[in-house]
T-cell receptor, first 113, second 117 residues
Framework: AQSVTQPDIHITVSEGASLELRCNYS??????LFWYVQSPGQGLQLLLK??????LVQGIKGFEAEFKRSQSSFNLRKPSVHWSDAAEYFC???????????FGEGTQLTVNP | DTAVSQTPKYLVTQMGNDKSIKCEQN?????MYWYKQDSKKFLKIMFS???????INETVPNRFSPKSPDKAHLNLHINSLELGDSAVYFC????????????????FGPGTRLTVL
């Protein structure tokens, strides 16, 4: 069965600092990996996705993520956080057989001024 | 232009009532989904329809019945509402899904916050 673990429930960073959100997955075949962001009271917006090819993926809003098969990880990074990045971030894994996305439990990001 | 829309945005109702949530997508996608997000923000898929046919049906009580009148709409009807049904329900859609090749991105609606009193 596929699963996703986001080890950090809550992270606080200062505005302008760098950010890394961790994501570990379990999947029996080639995984398709996603990061979504959910702002308060809003739906989920796709930040980036990895299907194949270059393991460093660029997304919107200055985010990037790196797929590391050996570590079963897909960590999200941003070099300089903005106050508007405060939100809940979800990592998800999907793949063949049914588009069933499995989400992690989310990481709540707080940005201090 | 709204890609995936849901109505209502908020729904407050008494235990035992029957309610429906509607979802529409104007992206021309073939596949639509319902997810439930609980109070701890955990998202779990409930159902998926591909071209009006049910393809994913997770372990969901029979009180929940999805209906897809056409591939642009996927409604969720809930009978005999219980306190534990209180959650945010998200609709999503994607271009390709349910077959042997499912890599397409799912686009989510804004959610419907259901509160059962």
């Amino acid at each position: 069965a596929q699963s996703v673990t986001q080890p950090d429930i809550h992270i606080t960073v200062s505005e302008g600092a760098s950010l890394e959100l961790r994501c570990n997955y379990s999947y029996g075949a080639t995984p398709y990996l996603f990061w979504y962001v959910q702002s308060p009271g809003q739906g989920l917006q796709l930040l980036l996705k990895y299907f194949s090819g270059d393991t460093l993926v660029q997304g919107i809003k200055g985010f990037e993520a790196e797929f590391k098969r050996s570590q079963s990880s897909f960590n999200l990074r941003k070099p300089s956080v903005h106050w508007s990045d405060a939100a809940e971030y979800f990592c998800a894994v999907g793949g063949l057989s049914g588009s069933r996305l499995t989400f992690g439990e989310g990481t709540q990001l707080t940005v201090n001024p | 232009d709204t890609a995936v829309s849901q109505t209502p945005k908020y729904l407050v109702t008494q235990m035992g009532n029957d309610k429906s949530i509607k979802c529409e997508q104007n992206l021309g996608h073939d596949t639509m989904y319902w997810y439930k997000q609980d109070s701890k923000k955990f998202l779990k898929i409930m159902f998926s329809y591909n071209n009006k046919e049910l393809i994913i049906n997770e372990t969901v009580p029979n009180r929940f019945s999805p209906k897809s009148p056409d591939k642009a709409h996927l409604n969720l009807h809930i009978n005999s509402l219980e306190l534990g049904d209180s959650a945010v329900y998200f609709c999503a859609s994607s271009q390709v899904g349910g077959g042997i090749f499912s890599t397409d991105t799912q686009y989510f609606g804004p959610g419907t916050r259901l509160t059962v009193l």
